[in-house]
């Protein structure tokens, strides 16, 4: 078992770490889980921890209480930005910035991520939510970039990740209108893996989590680099890129000659269990 418990470091996250699964959770729920400037900066570092730390095999991010799992940026900073004659655009810029960092060290991160969306997301909420592998959703929960209702649009990459995930059209839709997506929506254009019982959400997601923290060997974190280095590119590029990540695999890791010896012991029980002496079955690849 790893670390286990809050860093005392963190006053706007939580970072519990424990038998393979980081468990990341955005702590303001007075606020809505309202991102800031340190709550961006305790991101990053979490984030860090968890790429630096092989015993962390899956990610789960998730927002602390019942009324969201993050509903955006702050309201304070928001004033500071656009309380004035004219919005402070260079503050605002540097915002951004630090943002998009915060989105893409999640989609970055060499393990499995996924989010545990117990109610509202929307904003900087949705765009790290659209940056994560899976989605697990409370049924009763909903999620949107709703930006355009207020004048606004995204920036921190859902006009592309939101694009990719559900469509052209559907995304478009989904963007200009502004409008929140029920969880059974979110599942049924591909925003989300599957709507939960809010009352066994954290159960499932753990289930889940557990299920991925236990593929052996670093597999999953190149199968990972194969299909987010892949996308963008021609077919050929991205086989080349899965080339690569499974060469690199067998050169890095024990698993793959692991599983293939744990298979060769699992046939060989079946040709000495079966009545014709013979295989059933395939087993791993070498």
């Known amino acids: 078992m790893t670390e286990v418990g809050q860093d005392p470091a963190y006053e706007t996250i939580l970072l519990e770490r424990a038998d393979g699964i980081a468990w990341v959770t955005l702590n303001r729920p007075e606020r809505l889980n309202a991102t800031t400037e340190r709550m961006h900066h305790e991101l990053l570092d979490a984030f860090a921890r968890v790429a630096e730390d092989a015993s962390s095999r899956v990610l789960?991010?998730?927002?602390?209480?019942?009324?969201?799992?993050?509903?955006?940026?702050?309201?304070?900073?928001?004033?500071?930005?656009?309380?004035?004659?004219?919005?402070?655009?260079?503050?605002?810029?540097?915002?951004?910035?630090?943002l998009n960092r915060v989105v893409f060290a999640l989609e970055r991160l060499p393990v499995p991520t996924i989010a545990m969306v117990q109610a509202k997301a929307r904003a900087s909420g949705f765009e790290m939510v659209v940056a994560c592998d899976f989605v697990l959703i409370a049924e009763e929960a909903r999620i949107g970039d709703v930006h355009t209702p207020y004048g606004h649009m995204p920036g921190a990459g859902a006009t592309h990740r939101t694009v990719r995930k559900m469509g052209l059209q559907p995304a478009?839709?989904?963007?200009?209108?502004?409008?929140?997506?029920?969880?059974?929506?979110?599942?049924?254009?591909?925003?989300?893996?599957?709507?939960?019982?809010?009352?066994?959400?954290?159960?499932?997601?753990?289930?889940?989590?557990?299920?991925?923290?236990?593929?052996?060997?670093?597999?999953?974190?190149?199968?990972?680099?194969?299909?987010?280095?892949?996308?963008?590119?021609?077919?050929?590029?991205?086989?080349?890129?899965?080339?690569?990540?499974?060469?690199?695999?067998?050169?890095?890791?024990s698993g793959p000659v692991d599983g293939f010896r744990a298979g060769q012991r699992e046939r060989a029980l079946r040709r000495a269990g079966s009545p014709t002496g013979t295989a059933q079955g395939g087993g791993p690849p070498p």
Do not use: Q
Request: with cysteine.
């Open 60 to 98: 789960v991010l998730t927002g602390a209480g019942d009324r969201a799992f993050c509903i955006g940026s702050d309201l304070g900073f928001l004033s500071e930005v656009l309380d004035g004659e004219e919005a402070d655009s260079g503050l605002f810029a540097d915002y951004l910035e630090r």
């Open 172 to 253: 478009m839709e989904l963007l200009m209108t502004g409008r929140w997506l029920s969880a059974a929506e979110a599942v049924e254009k591909g925003l989300a893996l599957r709507a939960v019982e809010r009352d066994r959400l954290r159960e499932e997601t753990a289930l889940f989590a557990r299920t991925l923290a236990d593929v052996p060997g670093d597999c999953l974190r190149h199968l990972k680099a194969a299909v987010m280095g892949g996308l963008g590119r021609t077919v050929e590029e991205a086989v080349r890129v899965e080339t690569s990540e499974y060469l690199a695999l067998l050169r890095s890791s």
